[in-house]
């Protein structure tokens, strides 16, 4: 019987999405006319306030990010870092799990960004097509649950006043996975 | 082993890997948490040869061992 090695795709990009990119994607889809449907997930890089660990400095010895000093400052920035090898393979999983469950799924493409991405810019794309839309959009919701949930990608966020503060995917569930929480 | 880290951690450790030798995944926690300050009080988990492990696992030697902060895609 023959076995098929599925082949592991580079989904990271250097800094930003360009929206170009995306026209340009579509647009490479309009040979294939068995697809009916496209489903297109954008993540893009939101101004959150944080709170800052800026040590204030008449106060050096006060440990930062406390309760009484941390003054909320604008996320400017994410600066993406990632498990390169790892989060390739578990996305080669995610992207088989994703066929299997989807079989009609004509095309799956993903996205991520590596290094700085300011706020307001892209930084993760879900792209699926099939011939009916059902397929798709299941599809890229569970594609984008799983690569929150399981894809070892860090985010440093950058604040207006150039201290930094560490992301957490809160949303994801994340009991079982992590130690303590 | 050279253990790799990442996020947060390598920000704590100053460093984005250091070698450390551990029989098991319990013992490298330990020695993890006397290297790396505050370490005790951040979530993190270890995957070995690029697979989340939950429970305590013994190392061989030869395995590529990370230490990860939460996830933070997308």
């Known amino acids: ?181 | 082993m050279n253990v790799l880290l990442f996020g947060l951690i390598a920000e704590k450790a100053g460093a984005h890997s250091m070698v450390m030798e551990a029989s098991s995944t319990a013992e490298l926690r330990v020695m993890l948490a006397s290297r790396i300050n505050g370490l005790d009080k951040l979530s993190y988990a270890i995957a070995v040869d690029r697979q989340v492990v939950k429970d305590d696992v013994p190392l061989m030697g030869a395995e590529e061992i990370a230490v990860l902060p939460p996830f933070a895609g997308g």
């Open chain 1, 1 to 181: 019987m023959e076995t098929r090695t599925p082949k592991q795709r580079d989904i990271f990009v250097e800094g930003a999405i360009d929206p170009s990119f995306l026209a340009e994607s579509i647009a490479k889809h309009a040979t294939r006319t068995d697809i009916g449907a496209h489903e297109i997930f954008l993540g893009q890089v939101r101004a959150d306030l944080q709170p800052s660990t800026v040590i204030p400095a008449d106060h050096p010895g006060q440990r930062a990010g406390g309760e009484d000093n941390a003054q909320p400052s604008a996320v400017q920035a994410i600066e993406y870092t990632a498990y390169r090898d790892m989060a390739l393979e578990q996305m080669t999983v995610i992207r088989e799990e994703a066929f299997s469950r989807w079989p009609s799924m004509t095309c799956l493409h993903v996205h991520h960004s590596l290094g700085v991405v300011a706020a307001g810019q892209l930084c993760f794309m879900v792209f699926a097509s099939a011939p009916h839309r059902r397929a798709a959009r299941e599809a890229v919701a569970y594609v984008v649950d799983r690569i929150k949930a399981d894809l070892p990608i860090f985010g440093k966020e950058i604040l207006a006043d150039s201290s930094h503060v560490w992301k957490v995917n809160r949303s994801v569930d994340t009991v079982g996975r992590h130690t303590d929480r």
